[in-house]
């Protein structure tokens, strides 16, 4: 009897401290699941497959050269955002200059706060509250790019990318763009055609994931910039359609590829985001599948080892034991 009473208590102090956890959960069921997908980003751009870019469509690379049948699909417009005011460093402007030199053949539109405000309420009047209730500039500017390419298609380009070839052999791509750290895609370079498909499926999802993470960087990040397409992108029921560029032009900070030169402004970069980018780079450096397969590898031979030596040295004082019973008997 005394054994049950402990045992029916043993269950109810489980419970009392399971109870608060499984309060929490219920209450942020919508910020837990919005984390989950958050996270599963990194679980599907490590070990799933992703639509590279390459030979295999007959793309040319190195050359830059699509495929001689290609036909061009997406309209030949340049898009750049420039909101809050934001003053153009020499840098940018420079960099801005490169790509209107090998593009001079495009239309170039320059979006500004006045002009993006009329285009949300214009094409988006369900979701402009949602707009301007947007704590930070970048968060408006990250998802005034996704509307304007869903809209019109296009090219979009980040002020601070530096552009070293022509893109028109791109146009023939309905979405196209480069990896980013620690994983996933980059919003800095985005090709796409008007009404895409993902990108419906990426404005749809707007509201769910626009949530306060306590720093501003991560809230920028999940709601509205590289994590959040990404995440996108990881969720996309047709996630073979959008392409990706190989790993030799990712974009993340300052970074140097064969197509462009990113600069790595990070104008919007507030106290967070150093350590943030520490962090990342820790998750960049812990999800190369050689790394997880080597950890693993050595985990299973340390408790293969251990439990070696433990069975010998049970062997050896078994041994013992039996010895001194032997001697015992002789005596």
């Known amino acids: 009897m005394f054994g049950i009473t402990l045992h029916r208590s043993a ?26 997908c958050l996270a599963y980003t990194y679980f599907a751009f490590t070990f799933l497959h992703t639509s590279i870019i390459g030979k295999d469509d007959g793309f040319d ?4 050269k699509a495929p001689v049948d290609a036909l061009e699909i997406v309209p030949r417009i340049l898009h750049q955002v420039r909101l809050g005011g934001l003053p153009m ?12 030199d090998l593009h001079g053949n495009w239309t ?10 009329t285009f949300v309420l214009s094409n988006y009047p369900d979701l402009f509250d949602m707009y301007r209730g947007y704590g930070q500039e970048i968060q408006r500017s990250n998802v005034i790019r996704y509307l304007i390419l869903y809209k019109e298609g296009g090219v979009y380009l980040d002020l601070d990318v530096k552009c070293k070839v022509p893109l ?7 979405w196209l763009s480069p990896p980013g750290v620690p994983a996933g895609i980059n919003n800095a370079f985005l090709t796409s055609t008007p009404g895409n498909p993902f990108l419906s499926f990426v404005i749809e999802r707007l509201r769910d994931y626009d949530l306060y993470w306590i720093s501003p960087y991560a809230t920028n990040m999940f709601s509205a910039g590289c994590h959040f397409i990404s995440t996108m992108h990881a969720l996309y029921p047709e996630r073979h359609l959008p392409k990706v560029l190989p790993k030799e032009y990712k974009l993340g900070g300052l970074s140097f590829t ?6 790595g402004a990070g104008s919007w970069h507030r106290w967070d985001a150093a350590a943030i980018k520490v962090i990342g780079k820790v998750v960049e450096w812990i999800l190369a599948p050689w790394k997880i397969i080597l950890t693993i590898v050595c985990s299973v031979g340390f408790v293969v080892r251990r439990k070696a030596r433990n069975s010998q040295a049970d062997d050896k004082e078994n041994g013992g034991r039996g010895s001194l019973e032997t001697r015992a008997k002789d005596a």
Do not use: N
């Open 11 to 36: 269950h109810t102090k489980l419970a009392l401290l399971l109870l608060p956890g499984f309060v929490l959960l219920v209450l942020f069921r919508r910020r837990t699941y919005i984390a989950a």
């Open 61 to 64: 690379l190195p050359g830059i």
């Open 89 to 100: 460093r020499p840098k940018w402007t420079k960099a801005r200059q490169s790509c209107l």
């Open 108 to 117: 170039i539109k320059m979006w500004e706060d006045d002009a993006a405000d």
């Open 168 to 174: 028109d052999p791109f146009l023939t791509q309905s």
């Open 258 to 263: 064969p197509m462009f030169d990113h600069l």
